[in-house]
């Protein structure tokens, strides 16, 4: 079983959709939680990061931790076609500094 | 400029060539690692170092060896190609404060 499960879709969603995502994982150790988005033939950035439990938002952007059910979440409000790309969560314990990745989710919005 | 800098960006080579990707940073960080990543498996890690000191094997270190030139300077070798190791390479960088890490922009590297 991998430490991080993400279903690796793909999803495709008509522009100004939500688009829900989520991750989950197994070791209680993890404290950091981040979302990367990837565009094709480009490396990862980091789209949205949390620490612990609770929610976070960036513009259309929100992203959930739930620590007690070990699952995370990114949300993404009125989505445009831009939004396409592949999104990863990643997580980390404290004081690790490395992180653990999941399979990444590959998003298409419809014009 | 790019912060986070591979080359080359592409490479076909054969089975048993020795093949060195580099990686350059301008953040000034410490920390630095190698990943690949192949469908539906995500990103994984190769190596990392902590500084220029400092070398530790990821998760899938076999086959593969680094070299840490400077603190700018990180360099993933493949002694001896073979085919399974086709896939895209990625460098990344992450400074003291906390964990995030910014990524190159990848080496796609087919070994025939």
């Known amino acids: 079983q991998k430490e991080v499960e993400q279903d690796p879709g793909p999803l495709s969603v008509p522009e100004g959709a939500i688009v829900s995502l989520n991750c989950t994982y197994s070791n209680s150790a993890f404290q950091y939680f981040m979302w990367y988005r990837q565009y094709s033939r480009k490396g990862p950035e980091l789209l949205m990061y949390?620490?612990?439990?609770g929610n976070k938002e960036d513009g259309r952007f929100t992203a959930q931790v739930d620590k007690s059910s070990k699952y995370i979440s990114l949300f993404i409000r009125d989505s445009q076609p831009s939004d396409s790309a592949t999104y990863l969560c990643a997580m980390s314990p404290y004081n690790d500094y490395k992180l653990s990745f999941g399979a990444g989710t590959t998003v298409t919005v419809r014009a | 400029d790019a912060d986070v800098t591979q080359t080359p960006r592409n490479r076909i080579t054969k089975t048993g060539k020795r093949i060195m990707l580099e990686c350059s940073q301008t953040k000034g960080h410490d920390r630095m690692y190698w990943y690949r990543q192949d469908p539906g498996l995500g990103l994984r890690l190769i190596y990392y170092?902590?500084?220029?000191?400092?070398?530790n094997k990821g998760e899938i270190s076999d086959g593969y060896s680094v070299s840490r030139q400077a603190q700018a300077k990180f360099s993933l070798s493949l002694e001896s190609a073979i085919p399974n190791q086709t896939a895209l390479y990625f460098c990344a960088t992450s400074g003291q404060t906390r964990d995030e890490q910014f990524f190159g922009p990848g080496t796609r590297l087919t070994v025939l």
């Open positions: 949390t620490y612990s439990s």
């Open positions: 170092s902590f500084d220029v000191k400092d070398i």
